[in-house]
């Protein structure tokens, strides 16, 4: 087996790091919607304006290191899928007003984003620092 360079391994790395950041983001968006439903809806401020510092921002960035780090075409498709759910929830956000139903679904879509981020930083985790499966392209 060959080793892999520095340039793979690093744009591994950072790509993992970006999930993780956008994991930690998920987390925390369902944290503020929390507190502006229990605490005060003031903070409705702070949950529609967070979003915007992570939402689509990260995931571009995932998409240059994913290349960089020459990661299997799963990484390509769990950022894009990432995307969509990104667009989802601001649809279901803005959609409310008109269709209140489709509006209710974006708790559930949350919900839904977070499992999927989580699940992300997993299969990178154990595609980045397992030796067997690293050169193979297998997680």
Not at 10 to 23: D, H, K
Not at 49 to 54: A, G, K, P, S
Not at 92 to 121: C, D, E, K, Q
């Amino acid at each position: 087996m060959r080793k892999i360079d520095q340039r793979v391994r690093i744009g591994r790395i950072v790509y993992l790091v970006l999930a993780i950041i956008f994991t930690l983001s998920v987390v925390t968006q369902i944290f503020l919607a929390g507190m502006s439903i229990f605490i005060s809806p003031a903070n409705w401020m702070k949950h529609m304006t967070f979003v915007h510092l992570f939402g689509f921002n990260i995931p571009v960035f995932m998409l240059v290191f994913a290349f960089i780090g020459a990661l299997p075409h799963w990484a390509y498709w769990q950022v894009l899928g990432i995307l969509i759910s990104m667009f989802l929830m601001y649809f279901t956000a803005n959609i409310s007003a008109n269709l209140p139903l489709l509006g209710a679904m974006h708790p559930v879509f949350g919900v839904l984003f977070f499992v999927m981020s989580y699940s992300m930083v997993s299969k990178v985790w154990k595609f980045t620092f397992d030796n067997k499966n690293n050169l193979k392209g297998k997680a």
